[in-house]
C-alpha cells in the first residue's frame, strides 16, 4: 500500500505539473498575482499567505509567468496528498489511506484548483491536514509529546489565516481539548499554550490589517462631499 501510494503522489504531479505548463492563469490566478506585487501583512479579501508566495516567487525568478507563479502550489498539494494518506492510515490503516490519497487526486476541485492554482485553497488545504495530523498524533502520544501539539498550533496558525472552514477548524481544535477529559489537562503543559497562542497569532497579525482594508474599501465607496 505504501508503494502504490508513492505511485498515486508521483503520477497526480506529473499530472498537475503539466496542467500547469500548459493552461494560462485564470482570473483568480491572474487577481492574486497582481495583489502579490505589493507585499502586505493583511489583504482586503483574502488571508495573506497565498499572495506571499506568488509575490515571493515572482520576485525570487523575477517574472510572473504562469507556470512559476504556480508550481509551488503544485508541490504543496503533492504535500497534501502525502497528508491525507499518513492521516488516514494512522487512523484506519495503510490501504485506506491509498483509497482516501486517490480519491483526493481524482476530485476535480482539489486536483486542478486547490492542487495547482494559484489560489488560498492550497495552503489551506495543506494546513488544514497537517494540522489535523499532528493533533492526531498529540492525542495517541503521551502527554508530554510537544512535538504533536506544537505541529498542530504552527501548521494551523500558518494556513488557516481568518477564512470561515480556518475559524471552524481552530474553534473545533480548542473545543476538542477543552471537552475532552482525557486531554483537558494539557492545558497546564506550556507546549500545549504555545500551541493555542501560535493557532490565534495570525488573526491577531493579520486581522487590524484586514479591517483597515476593509474601512478603506468602503471609504472610497462613501459619496463625497463636495
Given amino acids: 500500500a505504501t508503494m502504490l501510494g508513492v505511485a498515486v503522489i508521483v503520477v497526480g504531479t506529473a499530472v498537475r505539473v503539466l496542467l500547469a505548463a500548459t493552461i494560462g492563469l485564470g482570473v483568480d490566478e491572474s487577481y492574486a498575482v497582481a495583489i502579490a506585487r505589493q507585499t502586505s501583512l493583511a489583504y482586503f479579501d483574502h488571508p495573506p499567505l497565498a499572495f506571499w508566495i506568488a509575490g515571493g516567487v515572482a520576485r525570487l525568478t523575477g517574472h510572473e509567468y504562469g507556470f512559476a507563479m504556480r508550481l509551488p502550489f503544485v508541490l504543496m498539494f503533492t504535500a497534501s496528498t502525502w497528508a491525507v494518506f499518513a492521516l488516514t492510515a494512522q487512523l484506519y490503516g495503510r490501504r485506506a489511506g491509498l483509497w482516501a490519497a486517490g480519491f483526493l487526486n481524482v476530485t476535480p ?8 492554482w494559484t489560489v488560498p485553497d492550497g495552503p489551506l488545504v495543506l494546513g488544514l491536514l497537517l494540522a489535523a495530523l499532528c493533533f492526531v498524533r498529540a492525542l495517541k502520544g503521551d502527554q508530554t509529546n510537544w512535538r504533536g501539539w506544537l505541529g498542530m498550533g504552527l501548521f494551523a496558525g500558518l494556513a488557516l489565516s481568518p ?12 473545543a476538542h481539548g477543552l471537552l475532552t477529559p482525557v ?16 493557532l490565534g497569532s495570525p488573526w491577531l497579525i493579520t486581522a487590524p490589517g484586514s479591517l483597515w482594508a476593509l474601512a478603506a474599501y468602503f471609504r472610497g465607496l462613501s459619496p463625497r462631499r463636495a
Avoid: D, E, K, Q
Avoid at 109 to 116: L, N, P, Q, R, T
Avoid at 183 to 198: D, E, G, K, Q, R
Fill in 163 to 174: 477564512t470561515g472552514p480556518g475559524r471552524m477548524a481552530r474553534r473545533f481544535l480548542l
Fill in 183 to 198: 486531554i483537558a489537562f494539557n492545558y497546564f503543559y506550556p507546549h500545549f499554550s504555545i500551541a493555542v497562542l501560535l
Fill in 109 to 116: 476541485f482539489f486536483f486542478v484548483s486547490a492542487g495547482s
